[in-house]
Nanobody, 123 residues
Framework: QVQLVESGGGLVQAGGSLRLSCAAS????????MGWFRQAPGKEREFVAA????????YYAGSVKGRFTISKDNAKNTVYLQMNSLKPEDTAVYYC????????????????WGQGTQVTVSS
């Protein structure tokens, strides 16, 4: 069974940085794409970034492009989201997700989800 466990969230001031981690287990992920999504209070869950496990292709939402970087460590079966120049509007619960196939930004195309980690950016 696929398990995704996020960590690394916390409270940070605007302009600061955080690195989120997603430890994946239960499957060989070479044919999977991994994504990060976020959900702010009162808002729908939205796509942040995705990476292909085999080809390392990446895709970012326009709101985070140039500030966030998604990466992975194959040996550790872990995906990271480095978040720089954080803004108060980045405050949300961040979720890791996995889907079989190519990278995608569609919420409904992901099959497995973590429990989420809270990121709070103060102004």
């Amino acid at each position: 069974q696929v398990q995704l466990v996020e960590s690394g969230g916390g409270l940070v001031q605007a302009g600061g940085s955080l690195r989120l981690s997603c430890a994946a287990s239960g499957r060989t992920f070479s044919r999977y794409a991994m994504g990060w999504f976020r959900q702010a209070p009162g808002k729908e869950r939205e796509f942040v970034a995705a990476i292909g496990w085999s080809d390392s292709s990446t895709y970012y939402a326009g709101s985070v492009k140039g500030r966030f970087t998604i990466s992975k460590d194959n040996a550790k079966n872990t995906v990271y989201l480095q978040m720089n120049s954080l803004k108060p509007e980045d405050t949300a619960v961040y979720y890791c997700a996995a889907r079989l196939g190519r990278i995608d930004n569609g919420l409904g195309s992901y099959d497995y989800w973590g429990q989420g980690t809270q990121v709070t950016v103060s102004s």
